[in-house]
């Protein structure tokens, strides 16, 4: 079988060939190649081609690919069911070990994606404050739902249009859509808007219009406004979850949310997600509440059992430092092969994400990441591909590094990159 012949196959009987629209190569075209195994650093396509991976599953595999105690959780816990719908042992523990790690969370309900999750936070925010407005910011993602589907409407204040076919002009009226890190817009909204304001809801660092850090102050005021206005503040950490920080982006910034989603490293690359804060908002969640939330696979054992295997490794000593150590060395590496290549470039990352930008800075909104120069990125991509690095087939994704990518891995990647860079200069 071929990458070709297999994309081919696929067109035949799936929208696009693929199951999530990214994979399909559109934004860099080509053929996307066909993944069949996995182990650390490195993934093999059908066509026995061998990638350094910096995508990682879109975020999850932290501790790498195929970690043995990840597989050996997953094999024992498969030897003895594969589904309940019921409740386990385990999910209390997985339970308990989110509930210590990120102490704004007193509560937390398991759910199987991180869609899920926000969607339900949204829906508690909205039970809990009897309000219907959300607050969300231009390039942010949180998920397909029809409410979080909402791209910026033609003022600086208006709320937002429909960003999908199939959501509702009166859903998209309901969410308001504001700048990424600007302040005074947040201000401005919440004093004329605020009384109607359900809840904010962010990802603390965002990796989805590729990383953009929180300026200095942004998270804070989001935390002012919401606490002002009695709206409700909900940190997306489905990728920061225990990647920025082993508590989190609210842990590396010392800002506490009532809400958090999670997905992810908390499956451990197993369908998973969670949203968990303060006791008496979840407790509006059914049973004990008005608000409805099910699943019948919730919590399903086995991605419990890999969740709760990665994440005892990844509080293991200097853990978090090690893997934060090498995507430093990683995006510094980058740098100095374009400035030697002369391409304008620019990179930053946090923790274990970390972002690469074809302009002349790091990006600090939504419009400044589409000033990227993104021909040359899909150029870039192609040529890091053809030597062997697979990173994310988008100028607009963070990357990702895991345990096991050593001195080897890194020094191979910047190898590469200096052929890439050359060849598109």
């Not at 300026?215 to 009695?230: D, P, S, Y």
């Not at 949203?275 to 008496?280: A, C, Q, S, W």
Request: glycine share 10%; charged share 20%.
């Amino acid at each position: 079988m071929t990458n070709d012949s297999l994309f081919e196959r696929a067109q035949r009987f799936i929208p696009a060939g693929v199951n999530s629209p990214v994979r399909a190569f559109r934004a860099v075209g080509g053929t996307p190649p066909f993944l069949e195994r996995a182990s650390g650093a490195y993934l093999w396509d059908a066509e026995g081609n061998r990638y350094l991976d910096y995508v990682g599953s879109w975020g999850p595999m932290v501790v790498g690919h195929t970690h043995p105690a990840v597989v050996a959780a997953v094999q024992e816990r498969a030897s003895r069911a594969l589904s309940f719908g019921a409740p386990t042992a385990a999910e209390v523990e997985l339970a308990e070990t989110i509930c210590r790690l990120m102490p704004s969370i007193e509560r937390v309900r398991l759910v199987s994606s991180g869609t899920e999750a926000t969607m339900t936070a949204i829906r508690l925010a909205r039970g809990f404050t009897g309000r219907d407005v959300i607050v969300k910011f231009e390039g942010c993602y949180h998920g397909h739902a029809d409410a979080l589907l909402v791209k910026a409407g033609s003022g600086a204040l208006t709320f937002g249009n429909p960003s999908s076919a199939g959501v509702p002009a009166n859903t998209a009226a309901h969410t308001a859509v504001l700048d990424y890190n600007n302040i005074e817009q947040v201000k401005t909204f919440f004093s004329s808007e605020g009384k109607s304001v359900a809840c904010v809801i962010v990802e603390p660092v965002a990796g989805n219009m590729n990383l953009v850090l929180p300026a200095g102050g942004f998270l804070e005021t989001l935390r002012e406004e919401c606490t002002r206005h009695g709206a409700l503040l909900i940190f997306d950490e489905v990728m920061t979850g225990f990647r920025v920080a082993l508590g989190g982006a609210q842990a590396r910034f010392g800002v506490r949310p009532d809400l958090t989603t999670l997905g992810k490293v908390i499956g451990g690359g197993l369908p998973v997600g969670a949203l968990g804060g303060r006791r008496e908002i979840m407790e509006k969640l059914a049973p004990l509440g008005p608000v409805y939330q099910a699943g019948t696979l919730s919590g399903n054992p086995i991605a419990v059992a890999a969740g709760l295997a990665t994440l005892k490794l990844v509080q293991e000593r200097n853990f978090q430092q090690k893997v934060e150590s090498a995507t430093s060395v990683l995006v510094q590496g980058f740098a100095a092969q374009a400035k030697k290549a002369r391409v304008t470039f620019a990179s930053q990352s946090i923790g274990s994400m970390f972002g690469i930008y074809f302009r002349a800075s790091t990006p600090r909104s939504f419009a400044e990441v589409m000033q990227s120069d993104v021909e040359r990125f899909k150029r870039f991509f192609h040529a890091m591909l053809a030597r062997g690095v697979y990173l994310a087939p988008s100028a607009y994704e963070a990357g990702f590094v895991s345990a096991a990518h050593g001195e080897t891995e890194i020094d191979a990647t910047l190898a590469a990159a200096r052929e890439a860079f050359a060849e598109i200069a």
